[in-house]
């Protein structure tokens, strides 16, 4: 990485200037940098007529631990090759990259100023009906076509290779299924739910089930996962949304991307808890997000199977006894990651806003309680819920 330097906003505007033609010799261009993300570079570039880049770099270690936690820049090739796959299998709902440096590990991009942040938006209590329908697409098409229904073994296990993304990886097998089942000193536990965090440490029988999980996404190449589908890796305006932050990505269980996705949606729901007051305003915020999580399973089954049954050229995949086991798999799977998001998003490393940003210490406690209750219930019962009507009837049966 000979050429690897740390880019400053003059650099930030070099890089955009160079590799776009949108600037051009006389624009007056400003930069700042403005990421609020964990691990990287985010620079803003505009020019004088208010058109605007996004720059992105790769640091060689986290930007939110610093030096003392490096990390590979190889991260912004994954990003940058995730990202341009799954905007050919979904323009719609990608942000689209306009250009990747490898030795400088920065990325061009779209600038999506037109859209806000899902995730802030949701704390708000902000409601988009095209929110699920939208996600099941991007879902069902980048995780079809990146599967072995739809490629052939020997593309499939090239691919396999290129998005190996091992240390990326290892973040996810620590945060999401080793450290919240231990006392580890990475988590991050509120004290209102101390004892609830030792219950999880001695819960065999849930560490068990997250062990087969953990194994799952260790060893099923099944399709290209964007790797890490929360609410805040998705831009939404009301018309659309767009997925961004793909620097997880790799080849692996399907249901972890539909199941990261609901597990924030759920969060959101416990968050409003204690987050709005008001019991009817409260009541149609969260009626609107399981009416969500029952939607984007729906649509992205729907999707899913159309495509096999359609699109499918392998012989044998074609079995449609096969193919319904196949998706039936996928709503277990997605049912056992979305238990553990919820629980890593509440007593692990990183926190999200849905719970911490609930200002009374209590009513915070209760939500997060719960939030370990329904992540435990999920994991535990993935296997005999028979669909996911029974599902929202479990997370209101836990709310009494
Ligand atoms: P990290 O990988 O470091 O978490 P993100 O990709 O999540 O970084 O970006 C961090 C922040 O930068 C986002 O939350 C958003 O505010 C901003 N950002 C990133 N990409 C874009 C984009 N294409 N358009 C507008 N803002 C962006
Ligand atoms: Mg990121």
New binding site residues.
């Given amino acids: 990485m000979t050429d690897y330097r740390t880019f400053t906003t003059d650099d930030a505007m070099r890089f955009a200037d160079e590799h776009s033609g949108l600037f051009g010799d006389h624009s007056k261009l400003s930069c700042e940098e403005?990421?609020?993300?964990?691990?990287?570079?985010?620079f803003?570039v505009i020019n004088d007529k208010g058109t605007s880049l996004?720059v992105?770099q790769?640091l060689p270690y986290a930007?939110?631990v610093g030096e003392s936690w490096p990390l590979t820049i190889e991260?912004a090739r994954i990003?940058a090759e995730v990202l341009l796959k799954h905007r050919k299998l979904c323009p719609d709902h990608t942000?689209e990259v306009l250009h990747y440096d490898a030795a400088l590990a920065a990325i061009l991009?779209?600038?999506?100023?037109d859209?806000r942040?899902l995730r802030t938006e949701l704390v708000a209590g902000k409601q988009f009906l095209h929110l699920a329908p939208q996600l099941a697409t991007y879902l069902a098409n980048t995780l079809y076509y990146t599967s072995d229904f739809a490629l052939t073994g020997p593309n499939k296990k090239q691919q396999v290779g290129q998005f190996l993304n091992p240390e990326l990886c290892l973040i996810t097998e620590d945060l999401f299924f080793t450290d919240p089942y231990c006392n580890h000193e990475r988590n991050n536990i509120h004290s209102e739910i101390r004892n609830d965090a030792l219950q999880l440490w001695h819960d065999e029988a849930l560490q068990a089930e997250v062990a087969q999980l953990k194994a799952g996404f260790l060893s099923q190449p099944q399709a290209l996962l964007h790797g890490?589908v929360h609410t805040?890796?998705i831009?939404i305006n009301d018309e659309n949304c767009?997925l961004?932050?793909a620097?997880f990505g790799f080849y692996g269980p399907i249901g972890f991307d539909v199941g990261s996705l609901t597990g924030n949606l759920l969060l959101n729901y416990l968050g409003h808890f204690g987050l709005t007051q008001d019991t009817e305003t409260r009541q149609r915020h969260q009626d609107y997000l399981l009416s969500q999580v029952q939607t984007l399973w729906q649509e992205f089954e729907k999707q899913f199977k159309q495509l096999m049954s359609n699109e499918c050229r392998e012989p044998t995949l074609q079995n449609s006894l096969y193919q319904q086991r196949f998706i039936q798999q996928v709503f277990r799977d997605t049912l056992g990651y979305a238990g553990c998001e919820l629980i890593r998003r509440t007593v692990g490393l990183a926190h999200v806003a849905d719970l911490d940003s609930i200002s009374d210490g209590t009513l915070r406690g209760q939500s997060e309680r719960k939030a370990l209750k329904l992540g435990r219930e999920l994991i535990l019962q993935r296997n005999e819920l028979a669909g996911i009507d029974q599902v929202l009837t479990l997370v209101r049966y836990l709310q009494n």
């Fill in positions: 403005f990421g609020d993300g964990n691990l990287n570079l985010v803003r996004i992105k790769a930007r939110c991260r990003e942000v991009m779209e600038d999506l100023k859209y942040i890490d805040g890796s831009f767009k961004i932050d620097e």
